[in-house]
């Protein structure tokens, strides 16, 4: 079990990573584009070659439109693809000032109450998201310059919040029967088995 929510996780942030890197050079393109469409509309080009700063802007070199609209709705879809990597490696922030003086069992409760904490908001972000969802695709709502229906960034957020909500469930269900049992199943490298 633990091997196909790996695999789902990583192919999750693969997605992510691959949608982010997208969203790169979308900005880059569009920032060259806003830098040369300044350019030529300068008083340099103007005086100097009228004709092709014209030409240049008639062809299309400009900044990219509604960029930030992809951008936003790419990037809310790259984190909830990333949570459940995260989610399932341990990878997120923690503070072990206290925790390291604590006993193997009192760290594995903690752990058992952080991952069904998460599992919890996981849920509730894709029950929230859900309703999101519903809520646009009902008023129809579009991006203000790409004029997309906005229920499309709601719709890709969605499907990677839901895995991030279920791999946060079975970690939770993985780290309560480790609390209940003593037996560490998914290993995080906090502690070791003896």
């Known amino acids: 079990m633990h091997d196909h929510m790996l695999k789902l996780a990583r192919f999750m942030a693969a997605i ?5 890197t997208l969203l790169i050079f979308l900005t880059c393109l569009s920032i060259t584009g806003r830098l040369l469409n300044g350019f030529f509309h300068g008083d340099f080009m ?17 900044p990219i439109n509604g960029d930030f609209e992809l951008v936003e709705a790419g990037v809310a879809f790259a984190i909830f693809a990333f949570l459940p990597l995260c ?49 646009k695709i009902q008023n129809g709502e579009t991006s203000f310059l790409l004029q997309f229906p906005i229920w499309w960034a709601y719709g890709a957020s969605l499907v990677a919040a839901v ?11 993985v780290r309560t029967i480790e609390f209940l049992t003593g037996r560490i199943l998914v290993w995080d490298g906090v502690e070791t088995e003896h």
């Not at 992510?16 to 982010?20: K, S």
């Not at 103007?46 to 400009?62: Q, T």
């Not at 895995?163 to 269900?173: D, E, L, P, R």
């Open 46 to 62: 103007n005086s100097v070659a009228p004709g092709f700063a014209e030409w240049m802007i008639a062809i299309g070199v400009g």
């Open 87 to 135: 989610q399932i490696t341990s990878g997120h922030a923690s503070v072990d000032i206290l925790a390291n003086s604590f006993s193997k069992r009192v760290n594995r409760f903690l752990r058992m109450v952080t991952e069904l904490v998460f599992a919890a908001v996981l849920v509730l972000i894709a029950w929230r998201l859900e309703a999101g969802l519903v809520s």
């Open 16 to 20: 992510g990573g691959l949608v982010l």
């Open 163 to 173: 895995v991030a909500a279920i791999v946060g469930i079975y970690m939770g269900v």
